[in-house]
């Protein structure tokens, strides 16, 4: 992949349920280390486009490429394989389980020759994760329940981090948090630029999306209004595409 080429770029998707369109002609391209920014109303279609894109939906047409690759992704393990990841507003984690479990959910590690679980290594490299992500809590041990509503999303998210390798998702990361915990989810979102990943980030919070966004897409009914760059825009200009009343 070169510097200038997309990590993921949309073609004309379409995708309908039974006659009913939900996403019409649209196209997006996410680069390495910029944030995007998705957002509309309620219905506008920001969830199908997060879930076309991580194989949970098929598009009825239009063309995902994957740096210059066109690709199929079959379902959400599809994707996940080729270096994507979600962030879904209900975190799929585990509550019983500790923060170590919940980071290789799925993908634990094990020894040989017999198969036992690797809770050391497992242990150790959420550590170092959580460490360097600088997600405080107290000890990998513990479980998720014992966590507040911010850490549970650091740990949500450290673990897209810990699997992804071109692309993450995120579906609200902030939606059910308080000023300070959102603060701190925003800061561990912006310093995922310098891993060089793409990020695609659905908001309702315009004040949030202008603080972190390089850009901004507009979605309304399904259609996509357009696109514009954060530094050249307001928030006038995006009320105004959302709503469709100047």
């Known amino acids: 992949m070169t510097e200038f080429q997309p990590v993921l770029s949309l073609r004309g998707i379409h995708k309908a349920f039974d006659g009913l369109v939900a996403i019409q002609n649209f196209s997006l391209d996410l680069f390495s280390s910029k944030i995007v920014a ?83 290594r497992m242990r150790q490299e959420s550590q170092n994760l959580v460490d360097g992500l600088d997600v405080r809590i107290p000890s990998t041990n513990l479980a998720i329940r014992n966590l507040s509503g911010g850490q549970r999303q650091g740990i949500a998210i450290a673990r897209a981090v810990h699997w992804a390798s071109k692309l993450i998702l995120l579906d609200e990361p902030t939606a059910a948090l308080g000023v300070a915990e959102t603060a701190k989810v925003e800061e561990l979102v912006s310093s995922l630029r310098e891993r060089k990943l793409a990020i695609l980030l659905i908001s309702h919070s315009l004040d949030q999306v202008f603080r972190l966004a390089d850009q901004i897409c507009v979605l309304r009914r399904g259609e996509q209004i357009g696109i514009r760059e954060t530094c050249k825009t307001n928030k006038n200009e995006i009320i105004s595409m959302i709503t469709g009343v100047d």
């Open 38 to 120: 998705l957002v509309g109303d309620n219905g506008a279609g920001k969830s199908t486009i997060i879930k076309v894109i991580s194989g949970i939906y098929p598009p009825t047409s239009g063309e995902i490429l994957l740096e210059g690759e066109m690709v199929n992704f079959s379902n959400a393990s599809s994707s996940r394989s080729r270096g994507i990841e979600v962030v879904h507003q209900d975190l799929a984690l585990v509550d019983e389980q500790p923060v170590y479990m919940n980071m290789f959910l799925g993908k634990e590690l094990t020894k040989t020759p017999f198969g036992l679980l690797d809770k050391a």
